[in-house]
């Protein structure tokens, strides 16, 4: 099993900025991506920002509604995933849940998706 443990929600004022947490600790052998997603009230989950760990490189992707806002980085050396989160709105109000997708049996490359708990972020003014 594998935990996503993240950190660093709260309330902030349109403009502001704030930083997201997610470590990943627990018996796995590689990860193949890592990312966030956000779900507002009565609205679906949906991407924020991931980060795929290929054989030939790294590939990051935003979502439109953040590029040029926030920036997704990793430690590998930490299994851990940071957001920045700049320029604020009120619509970036969600809650933010890690997303990683590790392998998870040394003989194979068998690969199973875990959660965060997730935290809350509200914009609000």
């Known amino acids: 099993q594998v935990q996503l443990v993240e950190s660093g929600g709260g309330l902030v004022q349109p403009g502001d900025s704030l930083g997201l947490s997610c470590e990943a600790s627990?018996?796995?052998?590689?990860?193949?991506?890592m990312g966030w997603y956000r779900q507002a009230p009565g609205k679906q989950r949906e991407l924020v920002a991931n980060?795929?760990?290929?054989?030939?490189?790294?590939?990051?992707t935003y979502a439109d509604s953040v590029k040029g806002r926030f920036t997704l980085s990793r430690d590998p050396a930490k299994n851990s995933l940071y957001l920045q989160m700049n320029n604020l709105k009120p619509e970036d109000t969600a809650v933010y849940y890690c997303?990683?997708?590790?392998?998870?049996?040394?003989?194979?490359?068998?690969?199973?998706?875990?959660w965060g708990q997730g935290t809350q972020v509200t914009v609000a003014s």
């Open positions: 627990g018996r796995f052998f590689g990860t193949y991506s």
């Open positions: 997303n990683g997708n590790f392998y998870t049996s040394v003989l194979d490359n068998t690969r199973n998706d875990f």
């Open positions: 980060v795929i760990i290929g054989s030939i490189g790294v590939s990051t």
